[in-house]
């Protein structure tokens, strides 16, 4: 699967973004999604997860409250909705996928996921 991650940019701290990341070349209910997020010179670490249908989600207790993570399988799509943003968010985003069929149904450790997307820069001003 090929993932195509979109809608970052540049925000004031207070203010809100909507990622979205858009699979194709396989059945994308085949796939549980997270989110990871990257700030420089921090190793990657995980933001939020959903499972294949959308029932389950997970968030990093640093999103918790402020982020929502959602999918649309009929559009092939995976969202992130960041509200309340801080400077502290600033990061490059990726979307991630994991084949349905493991222990869980989400996973916040990034080895576990197969397919990643090319990222996509969020910047929060102070």
């Known amino acids: 699967v090929q993932l195509q991650a979109s809608g970052g940019g540049l925000v004031q701290a207070g203010g809100y973004l909507r990622l979205s990341c858009a699979a194709s070349g396989r059945t994308f209910s085949d796939y549980h999604m997270g989110w990871f997020r990257q700030a420089p010179g921090k190793e990657r670490e995980f933001v939020a997860a959903i499972s294949w249908s959308g029932g389950s989600t997970y968030y990093a207790d640093s999103v918790k409250g402020r982020f929502t993570i959602s999918r649309r399988n009929a559009k092939n799509t995976v969202y992130l909705q960041m509200n309340r943003l801080k400077p502290e968010d600033t990061a490059v985003y990726y979307c991630?996928?994991?084949?349905?069929?493991?222990?869980?149904?989400?996973?916040?450790?990034?080895?576990?996921?197969?397919?990643w997307g090319q990222g996509t820069q969020v910047t929060v001003s102070s």
């Open positions: 991630a996928a994991v084949l349905v069929g493991g222990d869980s149904d989400y996973y916040i450790d990034s080895y576990k996921y197969d397919y």
